[in-house]
Nanobody
Framework: QVQLTESGGGLVQAGGSLRLACAVSGRTDVLSWFRQAPGKGREFVAGIWWNTRSPYYAGSVKGRFTISRDNAKNAVILHMNNLKPEESAVYYC?????????????????????WGQGTQVTVSS
């Protein structure tokens, strides 16, 4: 079993920054962040291999977002810079516990077995 708890969402102006954290209890191969805006499906944002800390980003966030692992807190951090209003969404962290089977950080949310409850990010224009 894996338990995930997100924190750090909030309201920020366009161009601003936010830091999200996902506390992880249990073992996983990959930990990723997704986001879901009202009326839309879940969108992959970024993922990280738990053991190697190798990251992978969606093209839309590359260069602005950074995903990293915090060993001391057993958590994964998502630093988001230069946020845009269209990035307002509920942000979820998700665990893929058998990613070593494919050696791929999956961007399809159906490949993830465990999910956090989500944290709201609102970017005002």
């Amino acid at each position: 079993q894996v338990q995930l708890t997100e924190s750090g969402g909030g309201l920020v102006q366009a161009g601003g920054s936010l830091r999200l954290a996902c506390a992880v209890s249990g073992r996983t191969d990959v930990l990723s962040w997704f986001r879901q805006a009202p009326g839309k499906g879940r969108e992959f944002v970024a993922g990280i291999w738990w053991n190697t800390r190798s990251p992978y980003y969606a093209g839309s966030v590359k260069g602005r977002f950074t995903i990293s692992r915090d060993n001391a807190k057993n958590a994964v951090i998502l630093h988001m810079n230069n946020l845009k209003p269209e990035e307002s969404a509920v942000y979820y962290c998700a665990a893929d516990v058998d990613a070593l089977r494919t050696l791929i950080i999956q961007t399809n949310d159906r490949e993830y077995e465990y999910w956090g409850q989500g944290t709201q990010v609102t970017v005002s224009s």
